[in-house]
């Protein structure tokens, strides 16, 4: 079974960029919905991002036009462009697959002054 690594976390300050990475053990090509989440503290987690294999893209209201989904999958990579970041931003990154499997440890990104 496929399993999924988060990276590219990090902190920036309001407004800034950070572009996540999600590395799959193994093909992604036969994928059809990969997706992005996040959990802030004290929160359930919440959907971000969602792409299909034929690059269709949607996105929760709260990062529409700020955050941007995409796939490389002769990398076998998920990735998600954040900008214009702001504190309400703030969790713990997750990337997953439809139908879902076993969530991986995340990445932590932190946005403040």
């Known amino acids: 079974q496929v399993q999924f690594v988060e990276s590219g976390g990090g902190l920036v300050q309001p407004g800034g960029s950070l572009r996540l990475t999600c590395a799959a053990s193994?093909?992604?090509?036969?994928?059809?919905?990969m997706e992005w989440y996040r959990q802030a503290p004290g929160k359930q987690r919440e959907f971000v991002a969602q792409?299909?294999?034929?690059?269709?893209?949607y996105y929760a209201g709260s990062v529409k036009g700020r955050f941007t989904i995409s796939r490389d999958n002769a990398k076998n990579t998920l990735y998600l462009q954040m900008n214009s970041l702001k504190p309400e931003d703030t969790a713990v990154y997750y990337c997953?697959?439809?139908?879902?499997?076993?969530w991986g440890r995340g990445t932590q990104v932190t946005v403040s002054s």
């Open positions: 997953n697959k439809r139908p879902q499997i076993s």
């Open positions: 193994g093909s992604i090509f036969s994928i059809g919905i």
């Open positions: 792409i299909l294999n034929g690059d269709n893209t």
